[in-house]
């Protein structure tokens, strides 16, 4: 703190106050919210971790055995439908809830950057921990002789990105209605049970009846279906498109209607 | 109600309910009811009033955070309840909680902050002037409440706004990091920056704010100047100026013999051993029979204090001395 600095501060501002161009703003929020996401090791352990241990796991054992195609290859889709569920929702949804309490949410929104340009940025950071993810994973399941059918990447990708977009819908209603120690066991919690027995790895075949049926109709299933059917045939599964878009348009419009901004 | 020249911000009849709320039967309750105020450029203006008094509200209200009910707000000439990033990178504001992520370092932050705006003010003078070079490698969640409040301070300007909201600007602030903060404050209202803070505390308002409106239950009770509002009430009781005057010398003086030297009216007692008060309509004539007494007596007082009415009285008087 010296005495000379102190007239240069009322003075080195001698240009009018703008904002930052749209695009630039909401680029940078997405690059800062997707290195808080990498530097956190929780983060890291439920986005790669444990995806790759579930991989291993279904590569070894005879679980997706006589389903009528190598495990490997009915496993991977299935993976990166459960990193889209971390990072959208589980990840997400808990550094939102923080982040609300923290009045961080707040005060970003009386920045240039504002409400629509933090969850733009949020969504940025989605997509962006999403293909680092893909690349982990996909590099790993190659290894491991995942042949996916080449026709399987664009209705993947675009099935990968709607999933994204539910579960982050999902992440951001719970994270903007209730505290956040309950959004971390709410979005924990539903990660392992979806995870496990919501169809997202496990094909909804393999599960118990009751689980089975409903699996159909949960975005973990819908996704993991979907996922199965594009990388697996090449083909855009119309029925899990539905379920997943109404998974996106119904916690999206509630999100919009209930979020709490403190 | 005064109306600067150029109001930075204008609030009329601002009326905020919150709710509906399970403690009162699923009832709306008014937090703001009817507060108007004006702020104008290179500008201290202060909402001094009790927690809970709406203050906070008001300033959530002008910065878009919150939607009002009722009444009319215009920022820089806009409603921010409409406003877009070309208002919002010309008013800085400085949360209550502060508002930053405790996983974060200073600089990093105030690097991301300066990057949402076209001409952000240098982040090295801010950071040197704010004395945050000093703790920049540690996490949010380690620094002190000073330490906080000034990086949150830094954040508030990066964006070089024309208009300052800083909502309890010297909570949890030590002493230094009090004189920094108010020094900076003084110095940006001098280049023309118009400020609007709310406090709790007297001294705040007596030290930075060029005119204060107080707030209670909701809505304006009494705005001035700081000297207006001394005055308000000075002469209120029939004409007359309360004084204390207090001074500590060995206890068990003969009052009896100070008695005849002063008016009546006046009140001298010995509040706890060796610590004396004399209380009324002093005039200068009674200290200089007061002061005679002590010759006589052969007292010299170890301490001498003359109070006239505080920033705190006026405040008492008008919002009530009633505990909330």
């Not at chain 1, 707040?106 to 999403?130: C, E």
């Not at chain 2, 290179?42 to 009790?50: N, R, S």
Request: net charge neutral.
């Amino acid at each position: 703190m010296s005495n000379s600095s102190a007239a240069d501060l009322a003075s080195a501002g001698s240009a009018p106050s703008a904002p930052a161009p749209l695009f630039r703003r909401i680029l940078l929020q997405g690059k800062y919210e997707t290195l808080a996401m990498i530097r956190n090791g929780e983060q890291l352990i439920l986005a790669v971790i444990l995806p790759l241990l579930a991989l291993f796991g279904l590569t070894v054992t005879p679980l997706l055995d006589g389903l009528g195609a190598p495990r490997v290859d009915i496993a991977v889709p299935g993976i990166l439908a459960l990193c889209a569920m971390s990072t959208a929702f589980t990840g997400q949804g808990i550094a939102t809830g923080f982040d609300r309490r923290y009045g961080v949410l707040r005060f970003l929104s009386t920045t240039p950057l504002g409400r629509t340009g933090l969850i733009a940025g949020k969504i940025l950071a989605v997509l962006a921990v999403l293909a680092l993810q893909l690349a982990v994973v996909g590099a790993v399941a190659a290894v491991l002789g995942w042949r996916p059918d080449p026709g399987g990447w664009l209705p993947g990708l675009a099935m990968l990105v709607l999933g994204a977009a539910a579960f982050t819908a999902l992440g951001l209603l719970v994270a903007g209605t209730v505290r956040p120690e309950a959004t971390l066991a709410i979005t924990n919690l539903l990660w392992i049970l979806l995870g496990a027995l919501g169809g997202i790895v496990v094909p909804a075949v393999r599960l118990p009846a009751v689980a089975s049926d409903l699996a159909h109709f949960l975005p973990s299933g819908a996704l993991g279906e979907a996922m199965r059917e594009a990388f697996l045939h090449g083909t855009f599964a119309l029925p899990q498109l539905s379920v997943l878009l109404l998974w996106t348009v119904v916690p999206g419009a509630a999100a919009v209607r209930w979020f709490k901004w403190n | 109600m005064r109306s600067p020249e150029s109001p930075v911000l204008s609030i009329e009849g601002l009326i905020k309910d919150v709710g509906p709320l399970a403690a009162l039967d699923g009832k709306m309750l008014r937090v703001v009811n009817g507060v108007s105020l004006h702020a104008g450029r290179g500008q201290v203006t202060a909402l001094l009033g009790a927690n809970g008094a709406g203050k906070t509200t008001t300033l959530e209200c002008a910065q878009g955070l919150q939607k009002r009910s009722g009444g009319s707000i215009r920022l820089l000439g806009e409603d921010p309840d409409l406003a877009g990033a070309a208002l919002r990178a010309r008013v800085g504001v400085m949360l209550q909680d502060g508002g930053l992520p405790p996983s974060a370092r200073p600089l990093p932050l105030l690097r991301h902050i300066a990057g949402m705006y076209a001409n952000p003010l240098p982040i090295d003078t801010l950071v040197e002037r704010l004395g945050i070079d000093l703790f920049s490698r540690s996490s949010v969640r380690r620094l002190s409440g000073g330490q906080k409040q000034r990086l949150a301070l830094a954040a508030a300007l990066v964006g070089n706004p024309e208009v300052l909201f800083l909502d309890e600007p010297s909570a949890g602030l030590d002493p230094q990091s009090r004189q920094i903060v108010f020094e900076l404050i003084a110095e940006l209202r001098d280049s023309g920056m118009g400020i609007i803070l709310t406090t709790h505390l007297m001294d705040d308002a007596q030290r930075l704010a060029d005119y204060v409106y107080i707030i209670d239950g909701g809505h304006n009770v009494a705005e001035g100047t700081v000297a207006e509002l001394l005055q308000h009430g000075e002469s209120g009781k029939d004409g007359i100026t309360e004084r204390t005057l207090s001074f500590d010398a060995p206890s068990g003086l003969d009052l009896r013999t100070a008695l005849g030297a002063l008016a009546e009216g006046l009140v001298l007692s010995e509040d706890r051993a060796g610590s004396y008060t004399v209380t009324g309509a002093l005039a200068p004539e009674h200290l200089a029979r007061l002061t005679a007494w002590w010759a006589e007596q052969g007292i010299m007082p170890a301490s001498l204090r003359l109070e006239a009415r505080s920033l705190e009285d006026v405040f008492l008087d008008i919002s009530g001395r009633d505990i909330r």
